[in-house]
C-alpha cells in the first residue's frame, strides 16, 4: 500500500514558468512533510518541509503548500532554471508518534527546457 | 561538517552471496536510517536506528539487517542475494528528533548477478 503518491512520473517545464511537483498521502497521522531533490549517481538533497500545522511555507524560489483535508501538498518552482531538472521525491512521517520513520513518493522527474 | 559517507559506492556479488554496506553520519548525528531504492519504487524504508537501537523496521525480509555502533555508524546486511536486490542503497543521518530533515549519503550501487 502506497501511503505517499506522485502520480506524475515526469514534467515538462520552459525555463523561466513555473514548475509545480503534486504529492498525495493516505496517512492522516502524517504530520511532517518534506521536499527533496536527486541528481543522478547522488543521495537526495534536503529542499523544504512544512509541519502540519502549515499550509504553507516559502524558501527562495521553492514554496510547499499542504491542504490537510485533501491529502495533498505541492511543490512550487518559480522560476524554474534548468538546474532545477532532477528527480524530485516527497516524504512524510508521522513525528507526533515518534515512529521516525520517512515514506517516499515514488518520485517526479522534473525537465526544465531551456 | 563532512556529509554522509557511504562505502563502497559500487559493488557487484552474486546470487546467495551476502553483502555488508557501511555508512558514517553526520558528526554529531545519532539517527541512520536505511533505504533501498529501485526504479518506479521510489525509497524504500529498511530500517532506523538510534544510540544503537533499531528503532524502526520497514517491511522487508529478515535477510536485510543492520547495525549500528557506539560512534553512530551503522553497517547494513543483506544474506542469500536475490537478483532483485539489485539497487541503490541509501543512508540518511538525522540528529534524531521527530522533525528532522535527514541528510542522506550518495548511495551503494548493488549489482547482483
Not at chain 1, 502549515?54 to 510547499?64: L, S
Given at each position: 500500500?502506497?501511503?505517499?503518491?506522485?502520480?506524475?512520473?515526469?514534467?515538462?517545464?520552459?525555463?523561466?514558468?513555473?514548475?509545480?511537483?503534486?504529492?498525495?498521502?493516505t496517512?492522516?497521522?502524517?504530520?511532517?512533510?518534506?521536499?527533496?531533490?536527486?541528481?543522478?549517481?547522488e543521495?537526495?538533497?534536503?529542499?523544504?518541509?512544512?509541519?502540519?500545522i502549515?499550509?504553507?511555507?516559502?524558501?527562495?524560489?521553492?514554496?510547499?503548500f499542504?491542504?490537510?483535508s485533501?491529502?495533498?501538498?505541492?511543490?512550487?518552482?518559480?522560476?524554474?532554471?534548468?538546474?532545477?531538472?532532477?528527480?524530485?521525491?516527497?516524504?512524510?512521517?508521522?513525528?507526533?508518534?515518534?515512529?521516525?520513520?520517512?515514506?517516499?513518493?515514488?518520485?517526479?522527474?522534473l525537465?526544465?527546457?531551456a | 561538517?563532512?556529509?554522509?559517507?557511504?562505502?563502497?559506492?559500487?559493488?557487484?556479488?552474486?546470487?546467495g552471496?551476502?553483502?555488508?554496506?557501511?555508512?558514517?553520519?553526520?558528526?554529531?548525528?545519532?539517527?541512520?536510517?536505511?533505504?533501498?531504492?529501485?526504479?518506479?519504487?521510489?525509497?524504500?524504508?529498511?530500517?532506523?536506528?538510534?544510540s544503537e537501537?533499531?528503532?524502526?523496521?520497514?517491511?522487508?525480509?529478515?535477510?536485510?539487517?543492520?547495525?549500528?555502533?557506539?560512534?553512530?555508524?551503522?553497517?547494513?546486511?543483506?544474506?542469500?542475494?536475490?537478483?532483485?536486490?539489485?539497487?541503490?542503497?541509501?543512508?540518511?543521518?538525522?540528529e534524531?528528533?521527530?522533525?528532522?530533515?535527514?541528510?542522506?549519503g550518495?548511495?551503494?550501487?548493488?549489482?547482483?548477478?
Open positions: 500500500d502506497q501511503q505517499v503518491k506522485q502520480n506524475s512520473p515526469s514534467l515538462s517545464v520552459q525555463e523561466g514558468r513555473i514548475s509545480i511537483l503534486n504529492c498525495d498521502y496517512n492522516s497521522m502524517f504530520d511532517y512533510f518534506l521536499w527533496y531533490k536527486k541528481y543522478p549517481a543521495g537526495p538533497t534536503f529542499l523544504i518541509s512544512i509541519s502540519s502549515k499550509d504553507k511555507n516559502e524558501d527562495g524560489r521553492f514554496t510547499v499542504l491542504n490537510k485533501a491529502k495533498h501538498l505541492s511543490l512550487h518552482i518559480v522560476p524554474s532554471q534548468p538546474g532545477d531538472s532532477a528527480v524530485y521525491f516527497c516524504a512524510a512521517s508521522e513525528g507526533d508518534s515518534g515512529t521516525y520513520k520517512y515514506i517516499f513518493g515514488t518520485g517526479t522527474r525537465k526544465v527546457l | 561538517k563532512a556529509g554522509v559517507t557511504q562505502t563502497p559506492r559500487y559493488l557487484i556479488k552474486t546470487r552471496q551476502q553483502v555488508t554496506l557501511s555508512c558514517s553520519p553526520i558528526s554529531g548525528h545519532r539517527s541512520v536510517s536505511w533505504y533501498q531504492q529501485t526504479p518506479g519504487q521510489g525509497l524504500q524504508f529498511l530500517f532506523e536506528y538510534f537501537t533499531q528503532r524502526n523496521k520497514g517491511n522487508f525480509p529478515g535477510r536485510f539487517s543492520g547495525r549500528q555502533f557506539s560512534n553512530s555508524r551503522s553497517e547494513m546486511n543483506v544474506s542469500t542475494l536475490e537478483l532483485g536486490d539489485s539497487a541503490l542503497y541509501l543512508c540518511a543521518s538525522t534524531g528528533g521527530p522533525y528532522n530533515e535527514q541528510f542522506f550518495p548511495g551503494t550501487r548493488l549489482t547482483v548477478l
